[in-house]
């Protein structure tokens, strides 16, 4: 019981001087795609958020990956290139429950594309995706974040998916930015970026 108390006292102060989580931001990352059979290489993302009202928000991001499937063939496997650009844009409502803790709801639209070489032509697919999720500030230079949502993308059909991220905040507006992204389809995204907090 000593113990637990002494974890409390030690915690309070810290959540106590915490700033709540920021939604005006700039980011860039390096990504890792990971799906199902497929070798990818470094991919990058571009993200953004401007906060536009005491609970409102908008976000977008942009990532590319450079994928190269392994498909089996005589005399011996050969490789499909395939270039993806995926988009996000849509708004978000914060609902703080407490100074450090937001709940948050969003909605918006989602469009992805692909290029397979040798082919000339591009695959395009749009659709919606809503999500939910937590933010905290648990300490002055640490914000943990969660997420659940799904999306539906014309022919590709329904999708679910759940992110973690980390925000380490180091000096002054800048922070590191970790992140897992799980889509249900079998495709895992890493990424580790630089965010700039305004």
């Known amino acids: 019981m000593k113990i637990v108390l002494l974890a409390l006292c030690l915690l309070f102060p810290l959540s106590a001087v915490a700033a709540g989580p920021g939604y005006t931001y700039g980011q860039g990352s390096v990504a890792h795609v990971d799906v199902d059979g497929v070798d990818n290489d470094t991919s990058f993302q571009l993200a953004a958020g401007l906060r536009v009202g005491s609970q409102l928000y908008v976000y977008g991001d942009y990532t590319r990956a450079s994928l190269d499937t392994r498909l089996p063939g005589f005399p011996g496997d050969f490789l499909v290139a395939d270039t993806t650009e995926i988009a996000n844009l849509g708004m978000g409502y914060r609902m703080p429950i407490s100074p450090v803790t937001d709940l948050n709801f969003e909605a918006g639209w989602i469009g992805s594309s692909g290029l397979l070489e040798p082919e000339p ?72 970026g630089l965010r700039i907090g305004f």
């Open 121 to 192: 032509d591009s695959q395009s697919n749009d659709g919606v995706r809503v999500g939910m999720g937590v933010r905290s500030s648990v300490a002055p230079f640490v914000e943990l974040g969660a997420r659940a949502g799904y999306t539906h993308q014309g022919p590709t059909g329904d999708d679910y998916f759940v992110s973690g991220n980390v925000l380490l905040k180091m000096f002054g507006p800048a922070a590191i930015n970790l992140e897992a992204l799980s889509y249900a389809g079998d495709v895992n995204v890493f990424s580790a």
